[in-house]
C-alpha cells in the first residue's frame, strides 16, 4: 500500500510562487507514475499535471501551462509542483496521486487511473 503525503501549501499573494512537495512511502516510487489534481469549493476535482514513471516526460494542463513545473527526485521519494504567477482561480485542494503500470501521458490526465491518492493540501491566493 502506498502512502502519499503532502506539504508545502498556504497562503499566497496573486502572482506569487508554490512549490508542493509528496513524499510516498510503501512502495517502489521509481515504478510509479505521479500527478497532481485539485479541487476547488464547488467544481469538481481537475488534473493539474503528470510525471511518468522511467521517463522525463511530463504534462501540466491547459490552464496551468506555462507556469507549472512537474518534477520527482526518486532518491527522496518525492513528487514536487512548481507553480508560478499563481492566480485567485489556482485557490484549491491540491491532491498528489499514483498510478502503477505502463501508462502514458493521456492516460495520466484521468482520476480514475490512479491507485493512491494524498489527504490533500490547502493551496489559497489572495487576491
Known amino acids: 500500500q502506498v502512502q502519499l503525503v503532502e506539504s508545502g501549501g498556504g497562503l499566497v499573494q496573486t502572482g506569487g510562487s508554490l512549490r508542493l512537495s509528496c513524499v510516498a512511502s510503501g512502495g517502489d516510487f521509481s515504478n510509479l507514475n505521479m500527478g497532481w489534481f485539485r479541487q476547488a469549493p464547488g467544481k469538481e476535482r481537475e488534473f493539474v499535471a503528470t510525471?511518468?514513471?522511467?521517463?522525463?516526460?511530463?504534462w501540466c494542463a491547459e490552464s496551468v501551462q506555462g507556469r507549472c513545473s512537474i518534477s520527482r527526485d526518486n532518491a527522496k521519494n518525492t513528487l514536487y509542483l512548481q507553480m508560478n504567477s499563481l492566480k485567485p482561480e489556482d485557490t484549491a485542494v491540491y491532491y498528489c496521486?499514483?498510478?502503477?503500470?505502463?501508462?502514458?501521458?493521456?492516460?495520466?490526465?484521468?482520476?480514475?487511473?490512479?491507485?493512491?491518492w494524498g489527504q490533500g493540501i490547502q493551496v489559497t491566493v489572495s487576491s
Open positions: 496521486a499514483a498510478a502503477g503500470g505502463m501508462l502514458t501521458i493521456p492516460l495520466l490526465l484521468t482520476q480514475s487511473n490512479y491507485d493512491y
Open positions: 510525471i511518468r514513471a522511467h521517463s522525463p516526460s511530463t
